[in-house]
């Protein structure tokens, strides 16, 4: 800010110095913003940056080169709030003890609101008492960091509510070891209420008619039978009878070996049920014999059939000489398909895929 004695003139002069003067004397070619009067002195004042002055001048509007757009110096912009809970881990004890445990924080931190609830929680008061809860359980060390990945909730359950649920199940006679399992390979497991938890096993026995020890066995298989919706298993049960012909008995074997077609995508259960039973013309007694075939990935026994079809090999009635059983179809690798079952080479197979 300068301040002048005498009255703003039309060239802006004081004491005979124009404003050119006055900016070679201050070392700036700005020009003044603002001028004001007080107390019998004018203010001159200059709002002044070198850099910016010195560099050439571009309107918005203006179109620059690629040369020149390279060379233009940016100023480095403030650092965002950080939206990584990896930024956090060297300042939170919590964050860098569960990394320890082996838990994915960049898949947490995808999911609303995670990331901030873990960094208000308290290793020592928070944390510890559940994993050591979960210890105590059965759950070993190697699980604890895939289970908080997929069910971080578990840190905020109080311990009175994880206790009965396992007191729970544990009335229902599923054995220590099988508890600890079930944990272990359903994560969100011991979130859900007693309440739903006997309203699922009440379910299942009902709708299966099973005895309560097979379908404590179904449930230790596919413990995430206690977690998820109801409707799909609903659905597909309602197809296998009605749409597939299974009668109860027979889907009562399928599901206590097999207990993943209960919850199988819809359409490709379908579709592999219909590629065995009616272009394989396997009959149900033989499906319900290897149910695994069911749980089969769909181009493997498309592309095994027809290879065995090529051959003329594709027998499948134990009646018959020759013939292919189903769990070998399925089951065995490509190289022990094609020297057991094909009676090929692994290099004849993979010219045959190419042809499809």
């Known amino acids: 800010m300068v301040s002048y004695q005498n009255p703003l003139s039309h060239q802006l002069r004081d004491g005979g110095m124009l404003l050119k003067e006055w900016q070679t004397a201050l070392g700036t070619n700005a020009t003044p913003v603002h001028t004001h009067t007080h107390s019998g002195h004018f203010y001159l004042i200059f709002l002044s940056s070198p850099d910016l002055d010195d560099a050439p001048g571009h309107s918005a509007l203006e179109e620059i080169s690629h040369?020149?757009?390279?060379?233009?110096?940016?100023?480095?912009a403030l650092p965002p709030v950080s939206i990584s809970l990896k930024d956090y881990v060297n300042e939170s004890e919590t964050l860098s003890k569960l990394v320890q445990l082996g838990v994915q924080l960049w898949k947490l931190e995808q999911r609303p609101n995670v990331g901030s609830m873990l960094l208000r929680l308290d290793f020592q008061t928070d944390v510890t008492p559940r994993l050591v809860f979960l210890k105590q359980l059965g759950v070993e060390d190697s699980r604890l960091g895939y289970l908080i990945s997929h069910n971080p909730f578990i840190l905020t359950e109080s311990l009175e509510n994880l206790q009965a649920r396992v007191a729970y199940l544990r009335s229902k006679k599923f054995?220590?070891?099988?508890?600890?399992?079930?944990?272990?390979?359903?994560?969100?497991?011991?979130?859900?209420?007693?309440?739903?938890?006997d309203n699922r096993l009440g379910f299942y026995?009902?709708?299966?008619?099973?005895?309560?020890?097979?379908?404590?066995d179904v449930v230790v298989r596919l413990p995430r039978l206690l977690c998820g919706s109801l409707e799909p298993v609903k659905e597909n049960l309602k197809i296998c009878k009605l749409e597939m012909g299974f009668r109860e008995?027979?889907?009562q074997h399928i599901v206590t070996v097999i207990p993943k077609v209960l919850t199988a995508n819809k359409r490709k259960l379908t579709q592999i049920f219909d590629y065995i039973h009616n272009t394989m013309n396997i009959p149900h007694d033989l499906i319900v014999k290897f149910p695994q075939v069911l749980n089969a990935k769909?181009?493997?026994?498309?592309?095994?059939?027809?290879?065995?079809?090529?051959?003329?090999?594709?027998?499948?009635?134990?009646?018959k000489p020759n013939y292919i059983c189903l769990?070998?179809?399925?089951?065995?690798?490509?190289?022990?398909?094609?020297?057991?079952?094909?009676?090929?080479?692994?290099?004849?197979?993979?010219?045959?895929?190419?042809?499809?």
Do not use: W
């Open 67 to 76: 040369e020149e757009a390279v060379r233009m110096d940016i100023p480095a």
């Open 175 to 197: 054995s220590a070891e099988s508890v600890a399992s079930m944990v272990s390979r359903a994560p969100y497991l011991l979130n859900f209420s007693v309440k739903r938890m």
């Open 205 to 216: 026995q009902q709708q299966l008619g099973l005895s309560a020890q097979k379908t404590r």
């Open 249 to 251: 008995n027979e889907l």
């Open 298 to 319: 769909y181009l493997r026994i498309k592309e095994r059939h027809l290879f065995l079809q090529y051959l003329d090999k594709a027998q499948y009635d134990p009646a």
């Open 327 to 356: 769990d070998k179809l399925v089951s065995l690798p490509d190289e022990a398909f094609c020297t057991e079952v094909a009676s090929a080479t692994l290099k004849d197979f993979e010219l045959f895929q190419k042809t499809m």
